[in-house]
C-alpha cells in the first residue's frame, strides 16, 4: 500500500540504525551514519519537511530498529462500537495510542480507554495484528503493528480527554468520519465481523 519510495527509505534507516549500534570499525560507522542521512533526505525531498525535522522524529533511535505497536480498543455495546474524536484532525477512532513500556498490550487498550473516554473497561480477547503498511493509511515514516483488542465496559462515564474532544458509540453503517491515520473502515468492519462471530479466528497481517 505505502509507495516505494517510503519503504526505501525506511529500509535504508533501518540497516542503518542497526550498524551504528553494532559496528566498531570508525570508517564503517560513518558509512552507516551517511546512509542514514541519505533516508532522511529521501523523506525531506518527498515530503518537504525540514531535514531536522525528520532527523528529530525518523532517525532518533538507537539500536536494533524494530516495529512500533500501536494499541486500538474495540468497545461495544448493544451492537454498536465506542470511538472519540481526536482533536488533532477532528475525526474519530478506537480508543489507542502507541504501546507503553511497562504494560501489557491488554492493559495499554484499558488504559487508552479511560483516558480518551472516561470508560472503565475490562480486555477480553485479542481481534488481530495488523500491519499499517497494508492497509490504505497515510504514509508514515514508522514500521507499525497495529493490535486490536476486544474490551467490554464495566464502569465509568463518558467524557472528553486530552486528545479527544467527542465520544460516541456508532453502528457500523453509521460510522463517523473517519481518522485514517488510526483506522480505516475495514479493521472496523473487521471488528464488529469478529464480535459478531467469537469462534471467528483472529485477523493479521
Known amino acids: ?5 517510503l519503504e526505501w527509505a525506511k529500509q535504508l534507516q533501518s540497516i542503518a540504525q542497526a550498524g551504528l549500534a553494532y559496528s566498531k570499525d570508525v570508517y564503517d560507522l560513518e ?3 551517511a546512509l542514514r542521512n541519505i533516508s532522511i533526505e529521501i523523506l525531506s525531498q518527498q515530503t518537504e519537511l525540514d531535514m531536522a525535522v525528520i532527523k528529530g522524529l525518523f532517525a532518533n533511535e538507537t539500536g536494533y530498529a524494530t516495529p512500533k505497536v500501536d494499541i486500538r480498543a474495540a468497545v ?5 462500537i465506542l470511538m472519540v474524536r481526536e482533536k488533532t484532525d477532528d475525526r474519530w477512532a478506537l480508543p489507542g495510542g502507541w504501546a507503553d513500556i511497562g504494560y501489557t498490550p491488554g492493559e495499554v487498550a484499558v488504559k487508552e480507554v479511560k483516558e480518551e473516554s472516561g470508560f472503565d473497561v475490562k480486555a477480553v ?11 490504505p493509511h497515510p504514509p508514515s515514516p514508522y514500521h507499525v503493528y ?16 486530552v ?3 467527542a465520544v460516541g458509540f456508532f453502528a457500523e453503517n453509521a460510522l463517523p468520519v473517519l481518522s485514517i491515520e488510526r483506522n480505516t473502515q475495514a479493521q472496523i468492519e ?9 469462534e471467528r479466528p483472529s485477523f493479521f497481517d
Open 1 to 5: 500500500m505505502e509507495p516505494k519510495w
Open 31 to 33: 558509512r552507516f551514519e
Open 76 to 80: 461495544f455495546k448493544d451492537n454498536e
Open 125 to 135: 480477547r485479542l481481534l488481530g495484528v495488523l500491519d499499517k503498511k497494508c492497509h
Open 146 to 161: 497495529k493490535i486490536f483488542i476486544q474490551c467490554e465496559v464495566i464502569g465509568g462515564q463518558p467524557r472528553e480527554g
Open 163 to 165: 486528545e479527544t474532544s
Open 190 to 198: 473487521m471488528a464488529f465481523k469478529s464480535v459478531r462471530k467469537p
